[in-house]
């Protein structure tokens, strides 16, 4: 591969280009500078950070420290799902919902991908697993955020409309079954999105990152069809179950809506 | 007879224990200031709220029967109707036509879209929407608030009716003193101090 490695230098000429953003910021008085400085100050310690993490990982390839790595992953994923949320669940489900629904869709999606397409030896080789598994939870934790987000705003508007259905004897399942139904497409429009303008009017940085690393064009972009397919999965069931889970624990055991399982806002 | 018994019903917001019973063919009346908790009652009785306290039908006890059949058995009216769908026959089945000229309608208004209903109109319709589901119960939080002198007399016509033919036990909460002296076979006052019968 004919990678051009960079030199500190190479990257303090572009933080240059910060600095000189964040100087035209405070005389145009945006209030951003502070955020922009602390923001770009964390990208560098933490993308470092994940850089050692992973050079470590690399050179000890286990099954054990790519199962803790993954979990660690899960949860922050699990954790900002619910930090995105107007009103999330209260108590253990506000996190456990969206947590359990990325561990099912990306977890096994991931699985089949290392084992059965990719299929290198051993198959939780880290240069393939960690990638992969980070862009399925990332990508699957926007969509099963936006889906839980859209199903309980949803069913505080509509509240009269979903009891005026119990009252007549529908089921909660019945009485939500629109604003399930459109939960689950918000969740997958962003993915559908994507899919459809890549390589026109964007190209993904998965791919645009290889080839500047120096992988032929063609190899760039089979891998970035799997991975879109693979997200495109991942989001999607992700989305499904969490949504199921979510519309479910909005209704008790005698069909009643139970908004009161909503933290207020 | 399928009557209606309600036995020490109350709640976190219903503080009060309230009984009541009501026979088949029977109107009765709960009148009494806003906010004492009337509507949490009926929401109580349709068991959509959670609520202590017993609440049977004949020989079924609410907790015991699934809850979508005892909602529809024990039909309730919200005192505002809602809507979730565009076309009026969306939200119910077909209703006899003799029932619509009742309440004014003719049979096109299954046709209409629910936007252009106003709120008169939404609430007889959704009267009809109840009776459709041939509940032995009927609990109507103030059907008429929002219904002109000429619907008021027809929907008292009609509930009355079918509370004496089916037969059906009805919760009727009014704050209309003429009205419930039209309507009632038994009257009730609901305070801060609970639910009594009223002694004519």
């Given at each position: 591969?004919?990678?051009i490695?960079?030199?500190?230098?190479?990257?303090?000429?572009?933080?240059?280009?910060?600095v000189?953003?964040?100087?035209?910021?405070?005389?145009?008085?945006?209030?951003?500078?502070?955020?922009?400085?602390i923001?770009?100050?964390?990208?560098?310690?933490?993308?470092?950070?994940?850089?050692?993490?992973?050079?470590?990982?690399?050179?000890?390839?286990?099954?054990?420290?790519?199962?803790?790595?993954?979990?660690?992953?899960?949860?922050?994923?699990?954790?900002e799902?619910?930090?995105?949320?107007?009103?999330?669940?209260?108590?253990?489900?506000?996190?456990?919902?969206?947590t359990?629904s990325?561990?099912?869709?990306?977890?096994?999606?991931?699985?089949?991908?290392l084992?059965?397409?990719?299929?290198?030896?051993?198959?939780?080789?880290?240069?393939?697993?960690?990638?992969?598994?980070?862009?399925?939870?990332?990508?699957?934790?926007?969509?099963?955020?936006?889906?839980?987000?859209?199903?309980?705003?949803?069913?505080?508007?509509?509240?009269?409309?979903?009891?005026?259905?119990?009252?007549?004897?529908?089921?909660?399942?019945?009485?939500?079954?629109?604003?399930?139904?459109?939960?689950?497409?918000?969740?997958?429009?962003?993915?559908?999105?994507?899919?459809?303008?890549?390589?026109?009017?964007?190209?993904?940085?998965?791919?645009?990152?290889?080839?500047?690393?120096?992988?032929?064009?063609?190899?760039?972009?089979?891998?970035?069809?799997?991975?879109?397919?693979?997200?495109?999965?991942?989001?999607?069931?992700?989305?499904?179950?969490?949504?199921?889970?979510?519309?479910?624990?909005?209704?008790?055991?005698?069909?009643?809506?139970?908004?009161?399982?909503?933290r207020?806002? | 007879?399928?009557?209606?018994?309600?036995?020490d019903?109350?709640?976190?917001?219903?503080?009060?224990?309230?009984?009541?019973?009501?026979?088949?063919?029977?109107?009765?009346?709960?009148?009494?200031?806003?906010?004492?908790?009337?509507?949490?009652l009926?929401?109580?009785?349709?068991?959509?709220?959670?609520?202590n306290?017993?609440?049977?039908?004949?020989?079924?006890?609410?907790?015991?029967v699934?809850?979508?059949?005892?909602?529809?058995?024990v039909?309730?009216?919200?005192?505002?109707?809602a809507?979730?769908?565009?076309?009026?026959?969306?939200?119910?089945?077909?209703?006899?036509?003799?029932?619509?000229?009742?309440?004014?309608?003719?049979?096109?208004?299954?046709?209409?879209?629910?936007?252009?209903?106003?709120?008169?109109?939404?609430?007889?319709?959704?009267?009809?929407?109840?009776?459709?589901?041939?509940?032995s119960?009927?609990?109507?939080?103030?059907?008429?608030a929002?219904?002109d002198?000429?619907?008021?007399?027809?929907?008292e016509?009609l509930?009355?009716?079918?509370?004496?033919?089916?037969?059906?036990a009805?919760?009727?909460?009014?704050?209309?003193?003429?009205?419930?002296?039209?309507?009632?076979?038994?009257?009730?006052?609901?305070?801060?101090?609970?639910?009594?019968?009223?002694?004519?």
């Amino acid at each position: 591969m004919n990678m051009i490695s960079l030199s500190a230098l190479d990257l303090s000429m572009t933080a240059l280009l910060v600095v000189a953003l964040a100087i035209l910021s405070l005389r145009l008085q945006l209030g951003v500078t502070r955020q922009l400085i602390i923001a770009a100050i964390r990208t560098t310690v933490q993308l470092l950070l994940i850089g050692y993490i992973l050079k470590f990982l690399f050179e000890n390839v286990h099954l054990g420290y790519m199962a803790a790595i993954s979990l660690i992953m899960l949860l922050f994923a699990g954790r900002e799902v619910m930090a995105r949320q107007t009103h999330p669940y209260k108590g253990l489900w506000g996190f456990g919902m969206g947590t359990v629904s990325m561990f099912l869709s990306t977890f096994i999606v991931t699985l089949i991908a290392l084992t059965v397409i990719i299929n290198n030896d051993p198959w939780y080789t880290p240069q393939y697993a960690i990638p992969l598994l980070g862009m399925m939870l990332g990508n699957t934790m926007t969509g099963i955020a936006l889906g839980l987000e859209r199903l309980t705003q949803a069913a505080r508007e509509q509240r009269t409309q979903i009891e005026a259905r119990l009252m007549l004897g529908h089921s909660g399942m019945q009485a939500i079954t629109d604003i399930r139904r459109q939960s689950m497409r918000y969740g997958m429009i962003p993915i559908i999105n994507s899919m459809a303008a890549a390589g026109i009017v964007s190209l993904p940085g998965m791919m645009t990152g290889q080839i500047l690393a120096g992988s032929p064009p063609l190899e760039a972009v089979k891998y970035q069809i799997l991975i879109m397919f693979l997200i495109a999965a991942g989001t999607g069931f992700g989305t499904v179950i969490a949504v199921v889970l979510g519309s479910k624990r909005l209704f008790d055991e005698r069909e009643r809506l139970r908004l009161d399982r909503l933290r207020s806002s | 007879m399928t009557s209606l018994r309600v036995e020490d019903v109350g709640n976190k917001w219903l503080p009060a224990k309230i009984s009541l019973n009501v026979a088949a063919g029977e109107c009765a009346v709960i009148s009494g200031p806003s906010g004492v908790g009337k509507s949490l009652l009926l929401r109580s009785i349709a068991d959509l709220d959670e609520h202590n306290g017993r609440v049977s039908l004949g020989d079924s006890v609410c907790a015991d029967v699934p809850v979508t059949e005892w909602r529809r058995k024990v039909g309730l009216l919200a005192a505002d109707s809602a809507w979730w769908s565009e076309k009026v026959a969306d939200h119910m089945p077909k209703i006899p036509s003799e029932q619509l000229a009742m309440l004014g309608f003719g049979k096109e208004v299954m046709r209409w879209s629910v936007d252009r209903l106003s709120t008169g109109e939404k609430q007889r319709l959704a009267i009809l929407r109840l009776l459709a589901n041939k509940p032995s119960v009927l609990l109507l939080d103030e059907p008429t608030a929002n219904l002109d002198p000429d619907s008021v007399q027809k929907v008292e016509q009609l509930l009355l009716e079918y509370c004496r033919n089916k037969p059906a036990a009805l919760i009727w909460v009014s704050h209309d003193i003429a009205q419930a002296e039209r309507i009632a076979d038994s009257r009730y006052h609901f305070d801060e101090k609970g639910l009594n019968e009223v002694k004519s």
